[in-house]
């Protein structure tokens, strides 16, 4: 079965500064997917970011980017020039390519602070 | 163009009864998953619908049942409630026909089992 783990239970950030949250996975599978979702007070969870197992390329959206390592199965997010909105727990993600149906394996979660 | 939406957003009930929560998913969307989220964790994958059949199911007991209708809307019922049932319930809509297969959540409905 496949895990995810979120080392970081909480952050926090300056706003204006950047900040990395990591996520480490546990899979014998090759071909995947890797997501991070933000779910604010509101708690509707949002889709941050999507990366593909196979491509080398790391995924990247507007001041989100995440650094990818298959080898270490490692997926770490850094958001860069924070804002008092991204404050939210953010959520690290796995889903299998092949399997019929795509439920999605989630992390623990870490809590993000922004201070002004 | 509504996105997922649940019902109701709170409840309330007592050990041992029944619940049944609602979710309608996003225009175009022809699959439904539940999860469970209890109160400081990541959320727990209960199963998820495709053409009216359960296609996945996670690690929740039979009290857990649900139902997709031809509309594509979801039921989640749990049976014979305890105390840690008490958690927020999450509900993601996702088309297997469009290439990026995201799923989009709902705000939840947060069940307190007293």
């Known amino acids: 079965a496949q895990t995810v783990t979120q080392s970081q239970p909480e952050m926090s950030v300056q706003e204006a500064e950047t900040v990395t949250l990591s996520c480490t996975y546990d899979?014998?599978?090759?071909?995947?997917?890797l997501f991070w979702y933000k779910q604010p007070p509101s708690r509707q969870m949002i889709l941050v970011i999507r990366q593909e197992a196979y491509k080398q390329q790391n995924a990247t959206e507007n001041r989100f980017s995440v650094n990818f390592q298959k080898a270490a199965k490692s997926f770490s997010l850094k958001i860069s020039d924070s804002q008092l909105g991204d404050a939210a727990m953010y959520f690290c993600a796995y889903r299998n390519f092949m399997e019929y149906g795509n439920k999605l394996v989630f992390g623990a979660g870490t809590i993000l602070r922004v201070k002004s | 163009d509504a996105g997922v939406t649940q019902s109701p957003t709170h409840l309330i009930k007592t050990r041992g009864q029944q619940v049944t929560l609602r979710c309608s998913p996003k225009?175009?969307?022809?699959?439904v998953s539940w999860y469970q989220q209890a109160l400081g964790q990541g959320p727990q994958f209960i199963f998820q619908?495709?053409?009216?059949?359960?296609?996945q199911r996670g690690n929740f007991p039979d009290r857990f049942s649900g139902h997709q209708f031809p509309n594509y809307s979801s039921e989640l019922n749990v049976n014979a409630l305890l105390l840690g049932d008490s958690a927020l319930y999450l509900c993601?809509?996702?088309?297997?026909?469009?290439?990026?297969?995201?799923?989009?959540f709902g705000a939840g409905t947060r069940l307190s089992v007293l």
């Open positions: 225009s175009g969307h022809d699959t």
């Open positions: 993601a809509s996702s088309s297997d026909s469009l290439a990026k297969n995201i799923q989009y």
């Open positions: 619908y495709y053409e009216e059949e359960e296609r």
């Open positions: 899979t014998s599978e090759s071909d995947y997917y």
